[in-house]
Structures are given as C-alpha cells and as structure tokens.
C-alpha cells in the first residue's frame, strides 16, 4: 500500500518502521497511554461510537481526532495490486548466483523492521532488518506496469463487510445480555451478509 502511495505520486517519500517490544520510545507512547487509561474505566463497551468518544475525550485538550470509517470508503486493494506488483522476489544485492542459498534475502514483512519507498524509483523498496543494519533492495513493480490511481473499485459495494457466519452466530447468543439502548446497533449487524450470504440459521426475532 504505501509503495503504490509513492508510485501513484501521492507521496515522494515514506519511511516507516516497525518498533522492537518494550524498546520503542515513540511519541505516541505517552497518547496510547491515556487512551488506555480511559479505557480501563469502563467495564463494558457496546459500540465503536462509545470507543470514538472515549479517545476523543481522553484527551483533556482535545489532541485526538478519530475518523470512523463507513464500508463504501473500503477500496478493493486486494483486487488491484497484483496487476502491478510481485508478492515476493529476492533482494537485489542477495539475487546473483554466487550469493549462498542460505544467505539470500525474500521480501517478507515479518523479517524486516524498516522500510523505505522513493518516488523516483517506482516498484522498489529497500527494506532493514533493524534501523540500522545493512539495506536490502527489493524490487516488486511488474515489467510495463505503471499504476496512476490506487485501487479505484469499492470493496464492499453494499457498503457492508461480509462477516464470518459462526461470528454472527456468537453474536446471536450475547443478545440476551446487551442493553436495550444497544440492541438496535446489534439488530442491524445480524442482518448483514455473511461470506456465503445472509445465514438462514440466524433467527433474528
């Protein structure tokens, strides 16, 4: 996703990494900490609008925006990427034939902590174990492709993400114990589709 930000130009460049457990030290650190503090008050949460207030007001000046996301904002990324780009590939300075089998470097996210996309060199990440080791460059842009606009199509035309049948199912049985103010956010949920279309088990009544 954030190669394809750079590519379509939305972005010259994009560093990201992903933080080591208990070594982090990010300035949002201290944010998630009041988030959770407020989150700790409450016993139970019913909806996602209670969670947007509680972040929005865990904040006594007012710091914090959350944007809730509808289904019709859902683009189809899964769909569209694989017209541009490979899912795997070996890095540049591991893919000559001298290089060990066992010391070549494949692109997956689980095995690197940095990142880094350019502009000017579309299709291609170079990617760090750690912040500061050695760069691996990966180029994953398909031969003659070139994409101008991100993921075009709505995934979820309805505008409602399919849920797992045994999900709705759970569901069903927590009914009993939601409160009445609640229960219609709940009502409209056991009506969505399921990935194999509306579940004739569930008995909504």
Not at 26 to 40: A, E, M, T, Y
Not at 74 to 90: E, H, Q, S
Not at 147 to 168: D, Q, R
Request: charged share 25%; proline share 4%; with cysteine.
């Amino acid at each position: 996703m954030l190669l394809a930000l750079t590519d379509c130009k939305k972005f010259e460049y994009i560093r990201h990494y992903y933080p080591i457990r208990g070594h982090s030290f990010l300035p949002c650190d201290r944010d998630f900490g009041l988030v959770k503090k407020s989150l700790n008050k409450y016993d139970r949460v019913y909806s996602l609008h209670e969670i947007t207030e509680i972040i929005v007001k865990s904040s006594t000046k007012q710091n914090f925006i959350v944007k809730e996301i509808s289904g019709n904002e859902i683009l189809d990324f899964k769909a569209w990427w694989p017209r541009f780009y490979k899912k795997n590939t070996l890095s540049v300075e591991t893919s000559n034939k001298n290089v060990p089998r066992n010391q070549k470097a494949q692109f997956s996210v689980a095995n690197f902590h940095s990142f880094e996309y350019n502009s000017l060199k579309s299709g291609e990440i170079i990617a760090k174990r750690y912040i500061n080791s050695e760069p691996n460059t990966f180029r994953l842009g398909l031969t003659g492709s070139k994409c101008s606009e991100i993921a075009p199509n709505i995934a979820y035309p309805t505008g409602k993400v399919p849920l797992k049948t045994a999900k709705l199912n759970d569901l069903k049985k927590m009914m009993n114990y939601i409160e009445h103010t609640h229960k219609q956010f709940y009502d409209e949920i056991l009506l969505w589709p399921t990935t194999g279309g509306i579940d004739d088990e569930i008995d909504v009544d």
